[in-house]
């Protein structure tokens, strides 16, 4: 049985990636979306065309990742795909911040990701990919997004060399790093804290960012950047000391930008 894996599969990123891909992969027998929310993974089943089996779980508790492997052991299952979009973000000053939202930020961005993609690699056979989602967040520090912004250093780095690692197997690793995406993560990771302003006018949808991702994996690229200002902002992090574009982030936050 050939499967689609899509955690953070109940809303923004991860629903658009099923949404996109049940219009585009007919050889799919289900697609398996794994996210907290039944309801809303249920909602999103119902406008599917493919086959979908719902994991309504905490991907962070080994007991919900056991019965996911379980499953994809008991079915023979093929893992065509592992979409890894379940995550996010606390803006805020680290040292007044609940401690246990900075470590979750961890555990989920990180390790859960980790886990399962461990865990599901064996399924997998020549020609399959993974996606995982990183961000622009990656290329730079990030006073007052700090634990965040080091989570998706951590997707970046390893993404890339999980790539290196798979490609002799014919299993392609592809780490997509937006900018700002117009989706809900905004309303969670400004509850305590705000972004740069100017960072709002480089948001896009996540139709684009997700119709790159899979564009860039078809093609077999280790990295999907949408957008000329977020490419341009990977360039500048790569050519100029981050000591200096963290003087220039905190002189913007001083003016109101």
């Given at each position: 049985?050939?499967?689609?894996?899509?955690?953070?599969?109940?809303?923004?990123?991860?629903?658009?990636?099923?949404?996109?891909?049940?219009?585009?992969?007919?050889?799919?027998?289900?697609?398996?979306?794994?996210?907290?929310?039944?309801?809303?993974?249920?909602?999103?089943?119902?406008?599917?065309?493919?086959?979908?089996?719902?994991?309504?779980?905490?991907?962070?508790?080994?007991?919900?990742?056991?019965?996911?492997?379980?499953?994809?052991?008991?079915?023979?299952?093929?893992?065509?795909?592992?979409?890894?979009?379940?995550?996010?973000?606390?803006?805020?000053?680290?040292?007044?911040?609940?401690?246990?939202?900075?470590?979750?930020?961890?555990?989920?961005?990180?390790?859960?990701?980790?886990?399962?993609?461990?865990?599901?690699?064996?399924?997998?056979?020549?020609?399959?990919?993974?996606?995982?989602?990183?961000?622009?967040?990656?290329?730079?520090?990030?006073?007052?997004?700090?634990?965040?912004?080091?989570?998706?250093?951590?997707?970046?780095?390893f993404s890339r060399a999980l790539g290196e690692e798979l490609k002799n197997?014919?299993?392609?690793?592809?780490?997509?790093?937006?900018?700002?995406?117009?989706?809900?993560?905004?309303?969670?990771?400004?509850?305590?804290?705000?972004?740069?302003?100017?960072?709002?006018?480089?948001?896009v949808e996540a139709e684009r960012v997700v119709?790159?991702?899979?564009?860039?994996?078809?093609?077999?690229?280790?990295?999907?950047?949408?957008?000329?200002?977020?490419?341009?902002?990977?360039?500048?992090?790569?050519?100029?000391?981050?000591?200096?574009?963290?003087?220039?982030?905190?002189?913007?936050?001083?003016?109101?930008?």
């Open positions: 049985m050939n499967i689609i894996v899509i955690t953070g599969a109940s809303s923004g990123i991860g629903r658009e990636f099923a949404r996109q891909m049940d219009n585009h992969f007919g050889r799919i027998d289900e697609f398996w979306l794994v996210a907290r929310s039944r309801d809303r993974l249920e909602a999103l089943a119902g406008t599917l065309k493919h086959r979908t089996r719902i994991f309504a779980m905490d991907i962070t508790e080994k007991e919900s990742l056991d019965r996911l492997e379980d499953t994809a052991l008991r079915h023979n299952a093929a893992v065509r795909m592992l979409i890894n979009c379940a995550g996010y973000g606390i803006m805020g000053s680290f040292s007044e911040q609940d401690a246990d939202l900075e470590t979750g930020m961890i555990r989920v961005n990180c390790q859960a990701l980790t886990e399962l993609t461990h865990r599901l690699i064996p399924y997998m056979r020549w020609g399959s990919r993974i996606i995982q989602m990183a961000s622009s967040a990656a290329f730079l520090p990030q006073p007052g997004f700090a634990v965040y912004a080091a989570t998706k250093a951590y997707v970046l780095n197997a014919g299993i392609y690793v592809t780490s997509v790093c937006p900018g700002p995406v117009d989706t809900p993560f905004f309303d969670i990771a400004e509850a305590t804290g705000s972004t740069l302003s100017v960072k709002k006018y480089t948001m119709a790159n991702a899979l564009w860039d994996s078809y093609h077999k690229h280790p990295m999907s950047v949408c957008s000329l200002p977020i490419k341009a902002f990977q360039v500048l992090a790569k050519a100029v000391p981050h000591s200096l574009l963290l003087r220039v982030v905190e002189q913007m936050k001083k003016k109101g930008l």
